[in-house]
């Protein structure tokens, strides 16, 4: 079978389409055919060598987490699954596997049936950028129409999920957004949006309850200045060292540095497959057939889109 795989860290260009015998599955696998997988920011982040201290330096790597296509075997312990049902699903390991594949073997505990109504492509797209929003929800507390949410770098796969789930729970949401994101921002449930190549966001007056940080580029420091004393600062890409200081220095402040790390699992899921039942929406901004990998990973590394990009394998 073909897959993605590479053997130093770099650019797009360390990556070649390599062939592999088919997996074999355990009593509690499935063998998956892959019709699609999307596109994380730790995708490149891998197999960039910034974040070796999870991943480690060991190659062959494969690349690529969440997935979608249809069930070909099924373990003997499986049950639940049958051949031939469409499903979504996550490798065990982000930092070590790949699903960037024609077929993978994974657990049946990370495989779940494809709703009806969405793609491969929308439903490839739910499992990390989905999980890592629910478990921001989770960090937010308890939150509510009075609660004043700044969402910064709200268009890509996290943000699109997060509006949207926040919607639902009637908080009151600043998203900071491109230009073109901020269509998108609203419709997904923003109250007021700030277009961050026209305004900053520091020189507003406004100060937030939790102020959560998806473009990696705010960090504590900056976003105090728009906390309320009390306030939650939600950081989704700490580095390492900052995991143990928030830690002791939450200690001594009220305004909150809270780490976000999150991990796919069925209790989360099953809040995205509810939220989507009730018309949470998936834009999935291009998709780029197997062969244009190369040119999909840059495409999404550029920035610049709203929602996510996704690998179709045929
Ligand atoms: N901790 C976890 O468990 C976990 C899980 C999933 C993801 N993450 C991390 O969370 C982050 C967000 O994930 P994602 O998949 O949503 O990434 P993404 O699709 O790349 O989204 C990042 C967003 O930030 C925006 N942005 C860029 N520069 C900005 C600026 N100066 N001000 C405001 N917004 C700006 C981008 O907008 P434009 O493209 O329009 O510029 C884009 O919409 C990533 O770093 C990812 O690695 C963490």
Not at 84 to 89: A, Q, Y
Request: proline letters at 4%; charged letters at 20%.
């Amino acid at each position: 079978m073909k897959a993605i795989a590479y053997q130093e860290f770099g650019t797009t260009a360390v990556l070649q389409t390599v062939e592999q015998t088919k997996p074999t599955i355990k009593a509690d696998q499935v063998l998956v055919r892959v019709k699609a997988f999307s596109i994380n920011p730790m995708d490149w982040k891998i197999r960039k060598g910034e974040m070796t201290l999870m991943s480690g330096s060991k190659f062959p790597k494969l690349t690529g987490a969440d997935f979608a296509g249809i069930i070909e075997e099924i373990g003997t312990s499986v049950i639940g699954i049958k051949k031939g049902d469409e499903v979504f699903g996550v490798v065990k390991n982000m930092m070590k596997e790949g699903a960037s594949a024609e077929y993978v073997a994974i657990t049946s505990s990370l495989v779940w049936k494809k709703p009806a109504n969405i793609s491969f492509a929308q439903a490839a797209s739910i499992p990390v950028v989905g999980t890592a929003a629910v478990t921001a929800l989770e960090k937010m507390g308890n939150i509510g129409s009075q609660t004043n949410i700044l969402v910064n770098g709200a268009t890509g796969g996290f943000g699109m999920f997060l509006l949207q789930l926040l919607k639902q729970r009637g908080a009151q949401v600043t998203a900071v957004a491109s230009t073109k994101g901020a269509e998108f921002a609203k419709k997904w449930g923003a109250n007021s949006v700030i277009d961050y190549t026209k305004e900053d966001v520091l020189s507003q007056k406004a100060t937030y309850d939790i102020v959560i940080d998806l473009s990696g580029k705010m960090g504590y420091k900056t976003a105090k200045q728009v906390m309320k004393p009390k306030a939650r600062f939600l950081n989704p890409t700490p580095k390492p060292i900052e995991i143990p200081i928030s830690f002791f220095s939450n200690l001594f402040t009220s305004k909150k540095h809270i780490i976000v790390l999150s991990s796919p699992s069925t209790k989360y899921t099953d809040v995205l497959l509810s939220a989507v039942k009730n018309g949470l929406q998936i834009e999935v901004n291009k998709v780029f057939p197997f062969a244009q990998y190369k040119e999909a990973y840059d495409y999404a590394e550029q920035g610049g889109y709203i929602g996510k990009v996704v690998v179709e394998i045929n």
